[in-house]
C-alpha cells in the first residue's frame, strides 16, 4: 500500500519558519562561539610572540615596542624614565665549564631574581643571550639606584644547584630619559 499525506500550505510555511528561525539560532551561536575562540587564540600567539620561551620575560621585540610607547608617553607627559641594561658576567665560562643546561638554569634564576626584585616581570624583557632589559617609567635617579641595588642584592641570594657553589654576578648599566 501507498499512503499519501498532504499538507496545507499554511501549515508548511509555519513549519519552514521554525526551522529557518531554530538554523538561524544555531548559525548565530556558531559564530559567536567561533569569534570566541579566535580571539583567544589571536590573544595566545600574540603573546606567545612577545615572550620569551626560556625566562617568560618579555623579548626583544615586546622591549622595542614597549620603549616606543615610554617614549611616546614621557615625551607628552614630561615625565623622566630610565633603562637599565643587565649583562651576565662570564656567562662564556659558565656555559663552557658547566655546560648550556646550566646556563639555561642561570638565565632562568636571574629572569626570576630580576621579576622578584621589580615586583612584577612586565618591565623586564630578555633582551638577548645573557643580557636583561628593565624599563623604569616615571623613574627618578633615587628610584633607578635602588631598583639597581634590589637587583644586585636578589642575583647575589641566588643558589643554583647546577653550578655547584659557583657564585653569578651581574654588570648594570642604568640610562634616564628626561625632556630637555
Request: with cysteine; aromatic share 12%.
Amino acid at each position: 500500500g501507498c499512503v499519501g499525506v498532504d499538507y496545507e500550505a499554511e501549515f508548511l510555511s509555519i513549519r519552514y519558519a521554525r526551522v529557518s528561525w531554530i538554523l538561524g539560532i544555531c548559525f548565530t551561536f556558531f559564530i559567536l562561539s567561533m569569534t570566541v575562540i579566535l580571539y583567544y587564540v589571536i590573544v595566545a600567539i600574540h603573546k606567545k610572540s612577545a615572550t620569551d620561551y626560556l625566562t617568560k620575560l618579555g623579548n626583544k621585540r615586546s622591549f622595542s615596542h614597549t620603549v616606543e610607547a615610554l617614549f611616546r608617553d614621557a615625551q607628552h607627559s614630561n615625565r623622566a624614565f630610565a633603562l637599565l641594561m643587565i649583562d651576565v658576567n662570564r656567562f662564556k665560562q659558565i656555559n663552557d665549564t658547566f655546560g648550556h643546561p646550566a646556563g639555561d638554569a642561570v638565565l632562568k634564576h636571574i629572569a626570576g631574581a630580576l621579576a622578584a626584585a621589580m615586583e612584577s616581570p612586565r618591565g623586564c624583557f630578555r633582551y638577548g643571550g645573557d643580557e636583561f632589559a628593565i624599563l623604569l617609567a616615571n623613574a627618578s635617579p633615587f628610584a633607578v639606584e635602588l631598583s639597581r641595588a634590589a637587583i644586585h642584592e636578589e642575583i647575589e641570594a641566588l643558589t643554583i644547584d647546577e653550578l655547584h657553589g659557583y657564585r653569578v654576578s651581574v654588570s648594570i648599566g642604568t640610562a634616564m630619559w628626561e625632556k630637555g
